[in-house]
């Protein structure tokens, strides 16, 4: 019987602006159930003509995790997954400035809860180890997937002053 609950692939194309072949990479993990019903949502891409703008791949339609719930999922891994991701920081800065998520919500500190206490999560981390690890990701990791805009728009300092503040709330209430 297969037990993996972690799945890891990529789909690959040409690009049509380079030529070059780029790959997107898809994680699914099945580790634990959701607390929140799936709901229908559209997937968007940016991909647009360079000639006309015109969008050039129509959005579909999917079943997709609830958005409280995906939020709840993506502090979790901010706040302790054993290998920290400064993409994850990038997301939660970015929805905290521009889709109102909220990090003192008690709807969504009590899904992070939730998620925290399933066995074989590492505990919260918002030590200087960690936010130096994540500052030395900056350049490398996030600079040369975003677009200039979005990169300069980043606040580092802010989302992690957002985070420690949000895992004291965890811990006292």
């Keep these: 019987?297969?037990?993996s609950r972690q799945y890891i692939g990529a789909?690959?194309?040409?690009?049509?602006?380079?030529?070059?072949?780029?790959?997107?990479?898809?994680?699914?993990g099945l580790r634990e159930p959701l607390l929140l019903p799936v709901e229908d949502g559209l997937a968007n891409t940016l991909l647009r003509s360079a000639i006309t703008c015109e969008v050039l791949v129509a959005p579909f339609p999917l079943?997709?995790?609830?958005?409280?719930?995906?939020?709840s999922e993506k502090i979790r891994?901010?706040?302790?997954?054993?290998?920290?991701?400064?993409?994850?920081?990038?997301?939660?800065d970015y929805a905290c400035a521009n889709l109102v998520l909220d990090l003192k919500d008690a709807t969504l500190l009590d899904l992070v809860r939730k998620k925290l206490a399933v066995p074989g999560n590492d505990?919260?981390?918002v030590s200087g180890a960690r936010r130096r690890e994540l500052d030395g990701q900056v350049e490398g990791q996030l600079r040369p997937v975003l677009r200039e805009g979005d990169f300069a728009a980043f606040d580092m300092q802010r989302i992690w002053l957002g985070m420690v503040a949000l895992a004291d709330?965890?811990?006292?209430?």
């Design 169 to 173: 709330l965890l811990k006292h209430g």
């Design 123 to 125: 505990p919260v981390d």
């Design 11 to 28: 789909w690959g194309y040409r690009s049509v602006a380079s030529g070059d072949m780029e790959r997107v990479k898809v994680e699914v």
């Design 77 to 92: 891994a901010a706040l302790s997954h054993w290998e920290p991701a400064i993409r994850d920081l990038f997301d939660l």
């Design 1 to 3: 019987m297969n037990q």
């Design 63 to 71: 079943r997709v995790m609830a958005l409280t719930e995906l939020w």
